[in-house]
Nanobody, 122 residues
Framework: QVQLVESGGGLVQAGGSVRLSCVLSGRTFSSYSMGWFRQAPGKEREVVGAISWGGGRTYYADAVKGRFTISRHNAKNTVYLQMNSLKPEDTAVYYC???????????????WGQGTQVTVSS
């Protein structure tokens, strides 16, 4: 059974940076593409970006392109979301998700973390 646990959220000022981490346990991490999503209050969940199982491919939503970076460390079973130049509109609960290798980018994700709150103050 795959389990995902996010960490690293908190309160940050606009223009600041935060790095989120997500650890996968229960299966072989390198077999999974990993995605990051977010959901702001009153809004639908939206994709932030994703990284392929080997780390060689990434994609980002237009809203975060150039500010956010997704990376992974397969030996640590961890995927990261580095968020720079944060804006108040980045305030949301951030979720990581995993999908066993297959189509790229994944059309759906089978496993989800519980989420971590990121609040950006103006």
């Amino acid at each position: 059974q795959v389990q995902l646990v996010e960490s690293g959220g908190g309160l940050v000022q606009a223009g600041g940076s935060v790095r989120l981490s997500c650890v996968l346990s229960g299966r072989t991490f390198s077999s999974y593409s990993m995605g990051w999503f977010r959901q702001a209050p009153g809004k639908e969940r939206e994709v932030v970006g994703a990284i392929s199982w080997g780390g060689g491919r990434t994609y980002y939503a237009d809203a975060v392109k150039g500010r956010f970076t997704i990376s992974r460390h397969n030996a640590k079973n961890t995927v990261y979301l580095q968020m720079n130049s944060l804006k108040p509109e980045d305030t949301a609960v951030y979720y990581c998700a995993a999908e066993e290798r297959g189509a790229w980018p994944p059309r759906d994700y089978g496993y989800w973390g519980q989420g971590t709150q990121v609040t950006v103050s103006s």
